[in-house]
Nanobody, 124 residues
């Protein structure tokens, strides 16, 4: 059984930064891509970023390109999401997820395991 626990969310002013972390346990972490998604009230879950098992490849949603960065530390079973230049529209619950496929994917249905989420609120 895989467990994913997010941390690092909170309240920040527009233009500020936050770093989210996701600690994984259970399945061999280093074998699978990891992703971050977010969901705002009344909206569908949105792809934010994904990183390959090795960390050599990344992919970002259009709304966060150039502002967010995903990294991973396989020795510590942790994936991070550095969020800079935050905007009020970034306000959402952020979820990390572990893919069930070996290829990077933006599709939530291809992720097998999900964390409980962490709230990010950006004030204007």
């Amino acid at each position: 059984q895989v467990q994913l626990v997010e941390s690092g969310g909170g309240l920040v002013q527009a233009g500020g930064s936050l770093r989210l972390s996701c600690a994984a346990s259970g399945r061999t972490f280093s074998r699978y891509p990891m992703g971050w998604f977010r969901q705002a009230p009344g909206k569908e879950r949105e792809f934010v970023a994904a990183i390959s098992w090795s960390g050599s490849s990344t992919q970002y949603g259009d709304s966060v390109k150039g502002r967010f960065a995903i990294t991973r530390d396989n020795a510590k079973n942790v994936v991070h999401l550095q969020m800079n230049s935050l905007k009020p529209e970034d306000t959402a619950v952020y979820y990390c997820a572990e893919a069930g496929t070996m290829r990077l994917t933006t599709l939530p249905r291809l992720y097998d395991y999900w964390g409980q989420g962490t709230q990010v609120t950006v004030s204007s």
